[in-house]
Nanobody, 122 residues
């Protein structure tokens, strides 16, 4: 059983940056693909970014491409999401998730964190 704990969210002005972190425990971190998803009020959860088990492959939603960067440190059992040039439409609860297979569909992910709120003001 993998436990995931996100941190790093908070309020930020448009154009600013935040770095989210997700610490994993209870499993072999390097065995899991790690993804970031987000859910805004009244909207469905959406894919943000994914990174393969050793970090060799990444994918991003079109809405964040060029602004967000996903990375991982397997020695620290942590995945990161660097978010630059934030926009009000990035406001959401951000979740990290783990799965043994590489993919962008949230329904395939087995383990989820509790989420961290990101609020971008204009």
């Amino acid at each position: 059983q993998v436990q995931l704990v996100e941190s790093g969210g908070g309020p930020v002005q448009a154009g600013g940056s935040l770095r989210l972190a997700c610490a994993a425990s209870g499993g072999t971190f390097s065995s899991y693909t790690m993804g970031w998803f987000r859910q805004a009020p009244g909207k469905e959860r959406e894919f943000v970014a994914v990174i393969s088990r050793i970090g060799g492959s990444t994918s991003y939603a079109d809405s964040v491409k060029g602004r967000f960067t996903i990375s991982r440190d397997n020695a620290k059992n942590t995945v990161y999401l660097q978010m630059n040039n934030l926009k009000p439409e990035d406001t959401a609860v951000y979740y990290c998730a783990a799965d043994r297979l590489y993919g962008t569909k949230g329904s395939r992910y087995d383990y989820w964190g509790q989420g961290t709120q990101v609020t971008v003001s204009s």
